[in-house]
């Protein structure tokens, strides 16, 4: 004979273990199956496992409490409609339309109350599911970032590939491998480089690391104020 099972309890067991409350109530495939999900959720996602585990746990519980209270109510109902007493007792022609109409009450009644408790229930798993969604977007929004920011690092001029670059055409316009206005272009263009891609870096450390060119004059005052204007 199934007895009845406490609510509370169902629900305190799936809080100490995902699942337990619910074969407690005996539904035993369904708890195992939470408990699985539970832990393959756990490790698949990890280190973000608690962004979906946690509603598994909380489902868990909610639904090992409701499913022990359904289980009285149905145990209660069941109770009521079959169980009569003897004619000799009880006249028939005296007591059934009320006996009808207790069990169409009782019926009613749950049903009304099973509604509400759905609708409840479904409120609260959308507001969980809604929750894991802004939370997986905030995830992507944060690894976007990281690699946008990878990105910029690796298109950025670095200060050093700007000197070797300076510093290569200075060295063939002094072998008189460039003539001056090669020279000059080629400059600019380097310049320019910084104004596209950006310099990867502080800029004051840019500066700092130039400064030899500009004492050497490989960098004129003209394209030093260039410089300044397009990082500072």
């Known amino acids: 004979m199934i ?53 598994i746990w909380i489902y868990s519980i909610v639904n090992a ?20 007493a003897p004619s000799t007792l009880i006249p028939e022609n005296k007591y059934s339309v009320s006996k009808n109409n207790l069990a169409n009450d009782i019926n009613s009644n749950k049903v009304i ?22 939370s997986k977007s905030k995830v992507n929004n ?25 510093s290569k055409y ?11 206005t090669e020279y000059e272009i080629n400059k600019k263009k380097v310049i320019k480089e910084i104004e596209i891609r950006g310099i990867y870096g502080k800029n004051e450390d840019f500066l700092i690391d130039i400064l030899p060119l500009i004492k050497e004059n490989s960098i004129n005052d003209d394209e030093l104020a260039e410089i300044k204007n397009i990082i500072l």
């Open 170 to 180: 200075k060295k063939l316009y002094d072998n008189n491998v460039l003539t001056f």
């Open 65 to 84: 409490y409701k499913n022990a209270r359904e289980l009285n109510n149905k145990l209660l109902i069941g109770g009521q409609t079959t169980s009569r």
């Open 142 to 166: 944060i690894n976007i970032s990281y690699h946008n920011q990878d990105a910029y690092k690796s298109n950025s001029v670095k200060v050093a590939d700007f000197i070797e670059q300076l």
């Open 113 to 134: 109350l099973d509604k509400q408790k759905d609708t409840v229930y479904n409120k609260w798993l959308a507001d969980q599911i809604g929750n894991i969604d802004n």
């Open 3 to 55: 007895q009845n099972k406490s609510p509370e309890l169902a629900a305190s067991l799936s809080f100490l273990i995902t699942g337990l409350g619910q074969i407690y109530i005996g539904e035993i495939g369904y708890g195992v199956g939470l408990f699985a999900l539970f832990i393959t959720l756990t490790l698949l996602y990890f280190p973000y496992s608690l962004i979906f585990s946690i509603p």
